[in-house]
C-alpha cells in the first residue's frame, strides 16, 4: 500500500470515473498511463496531468496491482481510497515532506548551505541552499533556494525559490517561486509564482502566477494569474487572469478575466469577461459576460451579457444583451436586446429588442417598448410595438409594421393619443419620471 496524490475535474471526475471522498474503488488490472487508477506518490507531478485552473486534489492510498511509470511518479492501481482534500498549500507542505524524506547531507558543500539553529540545508552540484531557524532549504544542481525561520523552499536544476518565515516555496527546473510569510507558490518548470504573506500561488509549465497578502493566484501552462489582496485569480493554459482587492477572476483555456475591487470574472474557453468594481462578469464558450451594477459586460458572437442597475451590455450577431434599468443593452443581427426602466435596447437586423424605455432593431426585427413617455425605432420590415402606461398599468397600446410610407424606417417614434408619432433621437421623456 502507498500514499500518493490524486487530481480530479471540479466535478470529482477522473478519466470518465466519478469518484466521492471517503469511499473505496476497484478496477479489474492496471498499466501506468493506460488503465486502473492513478494518481501521484510526488505531490507536484499532478499538476502535469491536472493544472490549478481547473481541478481539485486529494490524499488517497493506493493497494493492489500497481504499475509505475517511467517518466514521473505516476502510479496506477486496481484498489484505491480516496482521502481528504488537499488546499495547494497542503500539496506544498506535502511536497517538501517528500523531498525531504528522500534526501540526505552527504553529498553537500558546507560553502553552499547555511543553516539557522535546528535548519536543514541540501544543495546539489552548484546550488545553494539557506535556511532559517527550523528551515528547510533544498536546491538541485544550479538552483537556489532560501527559507525563512520555519519556512520551507525546494527547487530543482537552475530553480529559484524563496519562502518568508513559516512559508513554502516550491519550483521545478528554471522555474522561480517566491512566498512571503506563511504563503505558498508552487510552480513547474519553466514557471513563476510570486506571493505575499499568507497568500497562495500555482503556476503551471511556462505559467506566471501572482498573489497579494492572503491572495491566491493559479495558472495553468503558459497561463497567467494575478490577484490582489484577499484576491482569488485561477487561469487555464495560454489563459489570463486578473483580480483586484478581494476581486475573483477565473478563466478556462485561452480565456481572460478581469474584475476589479470585490468583483467577480469568469470565462469559458476562448471567453472574455470584464467586470468593474463590485461588478460580476461571467463568460462562457463563445461568451457569456454578466457584470453587476453599474458594471459593464461584452459577449462575442452567440454571447450573451447581462448588466445591472447603470450597466452596460453588448453581445454580438445571435447573441443576447440585457441592462437592468436605466442601463443600455446592444445586440448583433439576430440578437435579443433588452433593457429595464429608462434602459435602451438595440438589436441589428432581424433582432428583438425589449425595454421599459427605448427599444431599436434593423430590418426586420421586432422592437417593443412598454412604460410612460417609451419610444421604439426599426428598420424596414420591422414590428413597432408601444405600451403605454398609466402608472404601471397598461393606459394604451399600438402595433405597427415599419412599411416605408405610413411607418418610416430609422425613425424614432412614441405613442400620442394612442396612435404613432414622430419624434426626436433623445433621451426618454422626463415626464416618465414623475410618474414613478
Not at 498549500?89 to 552527504?106: G, S
Not at 483586484?244 to 478563466?251: E, L, R
Request: aromatic share 6%; proline share 1%; with cysteine.
Amino acid at each position: 500500500m502507498i500514499k500518493s496524490y490524486k487530481g480530479l475535474n471540479k466535478d470529482m471526475t477522473c478519466r470518465g470515473k466519478k469518484y466521492e471522498e471517503g469511499k473505496d474503488y476497484e478496477e479489474p488490472k492496471a498499466k501506468a498511463r493506460n488503465w486502473g487508477m492513478h494518481a501521484c506518490e510526488y505531490p507536484l507531478d499532478i499538476f502535469t496531468y491536472y493544472p490549478p485552473s481547473e481541478s481539485v486534489y486529494h490524499e488517497v492510498t493506493q493497494d493492489g496491482e500497481l504499475s509505475h511509470n517511467a517518466g514521473d511518479t505516476n502510479v496506477a492501481s486496481t484498489r484505491m481510497h480516496i482521502g481528504a482534500r488537499l488546499s495547494i498549500r497542503d500539496l506544498a507542505e506535502a511536497a517538501v515532506e517528500y523531498i525531504r524524506a528522500r534526501t540526505t547531507t552527504e553529498h553537500t558543500d558546507p560553502k553552499m548551505a547555511t543553516v539557522g539553529e535546528h535548519g536543514a540545508a541540501i544543495t546539489g552540484q552548484d546550488g545553494a541552499a539557506a535556511a532559517g531557524n527550523y528551515g528547510s532549504a533544498a536546491a538541485g544542481d544550479k538552483g537556489s533556494a532560501t527559507a525563512g525561520y520555519m519556512g520551507a523552499a525546494t527547487v530543482g536544476g537552475s530553480g529559484s525559490a524563496t519562502a518568508g518565515d513559516k512559508g513554502v516555496a516550491l519550483a521545478g527546473d528554471y522555474g522561480a517561486a517566491t512566498a512571503g510569510d506563511h504563503g505558498a507558490a508552487i510552480v513547474s518548470n519553466y514557471g513563476a509564482a510570486t506571493v505575499g504573506d499568507c497568500g497562495a500561488a500555482a503556476a503551471g509549465a511556462f505559467g506566471a502566477a501572482t498573489a497579494g497578502v492572503s491572495g491566491s493566484a493559479a495558472a495553468g501552462d503558459k497561463g497567467s494569474a494575478n490577484a490582489g489582496n484577499y484576491g482569488s485569480a485561477t487561469a487555464g493554459d495560454f489563459g489570463a487572469a486578473t483580480a483586484g482587492y478581494s476581486g475573483s477572476a477565473a478563466v478556462g483555456d485561452k480565456g481572460a478575466a478581469t474584475a476589479g475591487e470585490r468583483g467577480t470574472a469568469a470565462a469559458g474557453d476562448n471567453g472574455v469577461a470584464a467586470a468593474g468594481n463590485y461588478g460580476s462578469a461571467e463568460a462562457g464558450y463563445y461568451g457569456i459576460a454578466a457584470a453587476g451594477n453599474y458594471g459593464s459586460a461584452t459577449a462575442g458572437n452567440f454571447g450573451a451579457a447581462t448588466a445591472g442597475l447603470n450597466g452596460a451590455a453588448a453581445a454580438g450577431d445571435m447573441g443576447s444583451a440585457t441592462a437592468g434599468d436605466h442601463g443600455t443593452a446592444t445586440a448583433g443581427c439576430n440578437g435579443n436586446a433588452t433593457a429595464g426602466d429608462y434602459g435602451t435596447a438595440t438589436a441589428g437586423e432581424n433582432g428583438a429588442a425589449t425595454s421599459r424605455g427605448r427599444s431599436e432593431t434593423g430590418r426586420n426585427g421586432l422592437s417593443v417598448a412598454r412604460g410612460v413617455g417609451c419610444r421604439v425605432k426599426g428598420g424596414m420590415g420591422a414590428i413597432l410595438v408601444i405600451g403605454e402606461e398609466a402608472g404601471y398599468d397598461l393606459a394604451a397600446w399600438k402595433a405597427a409594421v415599419v412599411d416605408g410610407e405610413t411607418i418610416k424606417p430609422d425613425t424614432w417614434y412614441e405613442l400620442k393619443d394612442g396612435e404613432f408619432a414622430e419624434c426626436e433621437d433623445d433621451s426618454v421623456d422626463e415626464k416618465a419620471k414623475s410618474h414613478r
